[in-house]
Protein backbone atom coordinates (compact mmCIF):
# COMPACT_ATOMS: atom_id res chain seq x y z
CA UNK A 1 0.00 0.00 0.00
CA UNK A 2 1.09 3.68 -1.17
CA UNK A 3 2.10 5.49 2.03
CA UNK A 4 1.04 8.83 2.26
CA UNK A 5 2.35 11.97 4.49
CA UNK A 6 -0.93 12.89 4.92
CA UNK A 7 -2.46 16.71 5.54
CA UNK A 8 -5.34 18.60 4.56
CA UNK A 9 -3.65 19.59 1.74
CA UNK A 10 -3.03 16.44 0.41
CA UNK A 11 -6.36 15.35 0.66
CA UNK A 12 -8.04 18.76 -1.03
CA UNK A 13 -5.31 17.75 -3.77
CA UNK A 14 -6.35 14.36 -3.89
CA UNK A 15 -10.12 15.12 -4.28
CA UNK A 16 -9.89 17.87 -6.97
CA UNK A 17 -9.54 14.97 -10.03
CA UNK A 18 -13.39 13.76 -8.74
CA UNK A 19 -14.56 16.86 -7.91
CA UNK A 20 -15.19 16.78 -4.37
CA UNK A 21 -13.47 19.55 -1.67
CA UNK A 22 -12.73 19.63 1.94
CA UNK A 23 -16.06 20.59 3.59
CA UNK A 24 -13.84 21.50 6.99
CA UNK A 25 -12.25 19.01 9.33
CA UNK A 26 -12.45 18.93 13.59
CA UNK A 27 -11.41 17.04 16.38
CA UNK A 28 -14.16 14.77 17.34
CA UNK A 29 -15.29 14.38 21.28
CA UNK A 30 -17.74 11.77 22.35
CA UNK A 31 -20.55 14.37 21.88
CA UNK A 32 -20.28 14.32 18.32
CA UNK A 33 -21.03 10.82 17.74
CA UNK A 34 -18.44 9.57 15.04
CA UNK A 35 -17.58 5.98 15.28
CA UNK A 36 -14.75 4.81 16.59
CA UNK A 37 -12.15 3.12 13.99
CA UNK A 38 -10.19 -0.77 14.21
CA UNK A 39 -9.94 -1.80 17.82
CA UNK A 40 -12.34 0.84 19.05
CA UNK A 41 -9.63 3.73 18.74
CA UNK A 42 -11.24 6.82 18.48
CA UNK A 43 -10.87 9.42 15.40
CA UNK A 44 -8.27 11.81 15.57
CA UNK A 45 -9.82 14.24 12.85
CA UNK A 46 -12.79 13.46 10.91
CA UNK A 47 -12.70 15.29 7.20
CA UNK A 48 -16.17 16.17 5.56
CA UNK A 49 -16.01 16.25 2.06
CA UNK A 50 -18.54 17.31 -0.37
CA UNK A 51 -19.29 19.29 -3.79
CA UNK A 52 -19.99 23.04 -4.62
CA UNK A 53 -20.60 24.02 -8.09
CA UNK A 54 -20.30 21.92 -11.30
CA UNK A 55 -17.23 20.41 -10.97
CA UNK A 56 -17.92 17.04 -9.25
CA UNK A 57 -21.30 16.53 -11.85
CA UNK A 58 -18.90 16.74 -14.50
CA UNK A 59 -17.06 13.52 -12.93
CA UNK A 60 -19.72 11.53 -11.79
CA UNK A 61 -21.75 12.24 -14.82
CA UNK A 62 -19.13 10.76 -16.97
CA UNK A 63 -18.64 7.17 -14.38
CA UNK A 64 -20.27 4.14 -14.88
CA UNK A 65 -22.06 4.58 -12.49
CA UNK A 66 -24.01 7.12 -13.96
CA UNK A 67 -24.75 5.08 -17.03
CA UNK A 68 -25.53 1.64 -15.43
CA UNK A 69 -29.04 2.05 -14.78
CA UNK A 70 -29.17 0.69 -10.81
CA UNK A 71 -30.08 3.30 -8.23
CA UNK A 72 -28.54 5.59 -6.36
CA UNK A 73 -26.12 6.20 -8.73
CA UNK A 74 -24.39 9.20 -6.62
CA UNK A 75 -24.54 7.61 -3.38
CA UNK A 76 -22.81 4.62 -4.83
CA UNK A 77 -20.46 6.74 -7.16
CA UNK A 78 -19.59 8.79 -3.59
CA UNK A 79 -18.75 5.48 -1.39
CA UNK A 80 -16.71 4.07 -4.88
CA UNK A 81 -14.38 7.49 -4.57
CA UNK A 82 -14.38 8.17 -0.71
CA UNK A 83 -13.93 4.79 0.23
CA UNK A 84 -10.55 4.62 -2.15
CA UNK A 85 -9.15 7.73 -0.40
CA UNK A 86 -9.83 6.27 2.90
CA UNK A 87 -8.26 2.87 1.97
CA UNK A 88 -5.74 4.58 0.98
CA UNK A 89 -5.18 6.70 4.67
CA UNK A 90 -6.22 3.67 6.21
CA UNK A 91 -9.25 5.87 7.37
CA UNK A 92 -12.83 5.11 7.78
CA UNK A 93 -15.79 6.08 5.57
CA UNK A 94 -18.82 7.55 7.04
CA UNK A 95 -21.93 8.55 4.95
CA UNK A 96 -25.09 10.64 5.18
CA UNK A 97 -27.03 8.09 3.07
CA UNK A 98 -27.47 4.50 3.30
CA UNK A 99 -29.55 4.74 6.89
CA UNK A 100 -31.91 4.90 9.32
CA UNK A 101 -29.43 4.87 11.30
CA UNK A 102 -27.92 8.43 9.69
CA UNK A 103 -25.38 9.69 10.69
CA UNK A 104 -25.64 13.26 12.08
CA UNK A 105 -24.10 15.09 9.16
CA UNK A 106 -25.53 18.29 9.91
CA UNK A 107 -24.07 18.56 13.07
CA UNK A 108 -20.82 17.51 11.61
CA UNK A 109 -20.96 20.12 8.51
CA UNK A 110 -21.40 22.72 11.16
CA UNK A 111 -18.49 21.54 13.78
CA UNK A 112 -16.37 22.00 10.12
CA UNK A 113 -17.33 24.56 8.74
CA UNK A 114 -19.14 28.25 8.33
CA UNK A 115 -22.22 26.96 7.73
CA UNK A 116 -25.73 27.59 9.26
CA UNK A 117 -28.96 27.07 8.46
CA UNK A 118 -30.74 29.32 5.48
CA UNK A 119 -34.49 30.46 5.66
CA UNK A 120 -35.06 27.65 2.85
CA UNK A 121 -33.53 24.64 5.78
CA UNK A 122 -30.94 23.78 3.94
CA UNK A 123 -27.21 24.60 5.51
CA UNK A 124 -25.91 27.73 3.28
CA UNK A 125 -22.07 28.42 3.08
CA UNK A 126 -20.23 31.98 2.77
CA UNK A 127 -18.91 31.04 -0.47
CA UNK A 128 -20.86 28.46 -2.01
CA UNK A 129 -24.38 29.76 -0.61
CA UNK A 130 -26.95 26.58 -0.71
CA UNK A 131 -25.33 24.97 -3.53
CA UNK A 132 -22.78 22.76 -2.02
CA UNK A 133 -23.71 19.89 -0.85
CA UNK A 134 -22.05 16.69 1.61
CA UNK A 135 -21.04 13.38 0.45
CA UNK A 136 -19.15 11.80 2.67
CA UNK A 137 -16.63 12.20 5.47
CA UNK A 138 -13.28 10.23 6.18
CA UNK A 139 -12.63 9.43 10.19
CA UNK A 140 -8.36 9.59 10.27
CA UNK A 141 -6.64 8.02 13.52
CA UNK A 142 -4.63 11.38 13.61
CA UNK A 143 -4.60 14.78 14.07
CA UNK A 144 -4.27 16.61 11.14
CA UNK A 145 -3.11 20.04 11.60
CA UNK A 146 -6.45 22.43 10.67
CA UNK A 147 -6.52 25.68 10.16
CA UNK A 148 -8.48 28.71 13.04
CA UNK A 149 -12.30 27.52 12.83
CA UNK A 150 -13.60 30.40 10.17
CA UNK A 151 -16.03 32.65 12.26
CA UNK A 152 -17.89 34.29 9.12
CA UNK A 153 -21.39 35.65 9.83
CA UNK A 154 -24.08 33.86 8.43
CA UNK A 155 -24.70 35.62 4.92
CA UNK A 156 -28.76 35.70 5.30
CA UNK A 157 -28.16 37.83 8.21
CA UNK A 158 -27.23 40.48 6.12
CA UNK A 159 -30.28 39.65 3.97
CA UNK A 160 -32.94 41.91 4.01
CA UNK A 161 -35.15 41.12 1.20
CA UNK A 162 -35.14 37.51 1.43
CA UNK A 163 -35.97 36.39 -2.09
CA UNK A 164 -35.56 32.68 -1.47
CA UNK A 165 -39.00 33.29 0.40
CA UNK A 166 -40.23 34.97 -2.45
CA UNK A 167 -39.58 32.99 -5.00
CA UNK A 168 -41.27 29.76 -4.41
CA UNK A 169 -44.72 29.70 -6.88
CA UNK A 170 -46.75 27.48 -4.39
CA UNK A 171 -44.68 29.11 -1.01
CA UNK A 172 -43.49 26.55 -0.02
CA UNK A 173 -40.98 27.70 2.21
CA UNK A 174 -41.93 30.37 5.44
CA UNK A 175 -38.57 31.03 6.35
CA UNK A 176 -39.76 28.82 9.60
CA UNK A 177 -40.69 25.60 7.92
CA UNK A 178 -41.07 24.03 4.53
CA UNK A 179 -44.24 22.40 3.24
CA UNK A 180 -42.82 18.82 1.11
CA UNK A 181 -45.98 18.43 0.16
CA UNK A 182 -47.26 21.71 -1.50
CA UNK A 183 -43.66 21.31 -3.32
CA UNK A 184 -44.46 17.61 -4.14
CA UNK A 185 -47.78 18.42 -5.47
CA UNK A 186 -46.41 21.20 -7.71
CA UNK A 187 -43.37 19.22 -9.47
CA UNK A 188 -45.51 16.21 -10.12
CA UNK A 189 -47.45 18.56 -12.20
CA UNK A 190 -47.11 19.94 -15.50
CA UNK A 191 -47.06 23.50 -13.88
CA UNK A 192 -43.48 22.79 -11.96
CA UNK A 193 -42.01 21.16 -15.16
CA UNK A 194 -39.43 24.52 -14.84
CA UNK A 195 -39.02 23.34 -11.32
CA UNK A 196 -37.43 19.81 -11.90
CA UNK A 197 -35.60 20.56 -15.07
CA UNK A 198 -34.14 23.53 -13.82
CA UNK A 199 -33.74 23.41 -10.61
CA UNK A 200 -35.76 24.96 -7.26
CA UNK A 201 -36.75 28.54 -7.76
CA UNK A 202 -36.40 29.21 -4.46
CA UNK A 203 -32.86 28.26 -4.12
CA UNK A 204 -31.69 29.88 -7.51
CA UNK A 205 -33.35 33.00 -6.03
CA UNK A 206 -30.62 33.33 -3.48
CA UNK A 207 -27.51 36.05 -3.51
CA UNK A 208 -25.16 34.05 -2.01
CA UNK A 209 -22.26 32.17 -4.58
CA UNK A 210 -24.02 32.29 -8.00
CA UNK A 211 -20.40 30.75 -9.61
CA UNK A 212 -21.59 27.56 -7.78
CA UNK A 213 -24.76 26.88 -8.83
CA UNK A 214 -25.82 23.96 -10.31
CA UNK A 215 -26.22 23.30 -14.27
CA UNK A 216 -29.70 22.45 -15.18
CA UNK A 217 -28.58 18.59 -15.90
CA UNK A 218 -27.52 18.63 -12.38
CA UNK A 219 -30.15 20.59 -10.87
CA UNK A 220 -32.61 18.46 -12.90
CA UNK A 221 -31.07 14.86 -11.29
CA UNK A 222 -31.56 16.26 -7.72
CA UNK A 223 -34.81 17.52 -8.22
CA UNK A 224 -35.86 14.49 -10.23
CA UNK A 225 -34.82 11.83 -7.51
CA UNK A 226 -36.18 14.56 -4.91
CA UNK A 227 -39.36 13.53 -6.77
CA UNK A 228 -39.33 9.74 -6.94
CA UNK A 229 -38.12 9.58 -3.16
CA UNK A 230 -41.24 11.27 -2.09
CA UNK A 231 -43.45 8.78 -4.47
CA UNK A 232 -41.66 5.80 -3.20
CA UNK A 233 -41.97 7.22 0.43
CA UNK A 234 -46.36 7.55 -0.14
CA UNK A 235 -46.03 4.14 -1.84
CA UNK A 236 -46.66 5.46 -5.65
CA UNK A 237 -44.74 3.80 -8.40
Wanted: aromatic content about 8%.
Amino acid sequence: MEVVTLDLATVSVALEETGLIVLGAFYPVPEDRVPPLAQGAPAGTLVVIGNAGPAMWRVFSASPEARDGAPDPLDRWSARVIGALAVRWRGVTLFPFGGPPYRPFVAWAKRAGPVAESPLGMLIHPDYGVWHAYRGAIALAGRLALPAPDRRPRPCDRCAERPCLAACPVGAFTGAAYDVGACVRHISASAGAECVERGCRARLACPVGPAYRSTPAQAGFHMRAFLRARREEAGET
